[in-house]
């Protein structure tokens, strides 16, 4: 079984950046399709993006053209990389493969 654990959440000022990292633990991880999702206050879980075992891409309208969703397999490690934050963008951040579990998640504030 692998374990996802998202780190590199914070407070940012709207227009900043970050990056947010989902390390895992266990075999197999670069065959894995990895979703980032987000859930803000009294608001549904949503997919952010997700990237597949070959690289391939997709985002959410609401991320596209601020949002990279990159991963290293050799660090069995997913990235989101956030640039031009808005307040909107404030929730706790999960990734997530099919049949995973949910972690703790990572935090991210962008205050106006």
């Known amino acids: 079984q692998v374990q996802l654990v998202e780190s590199g959440g914070g407070l940012v000022q709207a227009g900043g950046s970050l990056r947010l990292s989902c390390a895992a633990s266990g075999s197999i991880f670069s065959t894995k399709l990895i979703f980032w999702y987000r859930q803000a206050p009294g608001k549904q879980r949503e997919s952010v993006a997700h990237i597949t075992p070959g690289g391939s891409t997709a985002y959410a309208d609401s991320v596209k053209g601020r949002f990279t969703i990159s991963r290293d397999n050799a660090k069995n490690t997913v990235y989101l990389k956030m640039n031009s934050l808005k307040p909107e963008d404030t929730a706790v951040y999960y990734c997530?493969?099919?049949?995973?579990?949910w972690g703790q998640g990572t935090q991210v504030t962008v205050s106006a």
């Open positions: 997530l493969y099919p049949g995973g579990s």
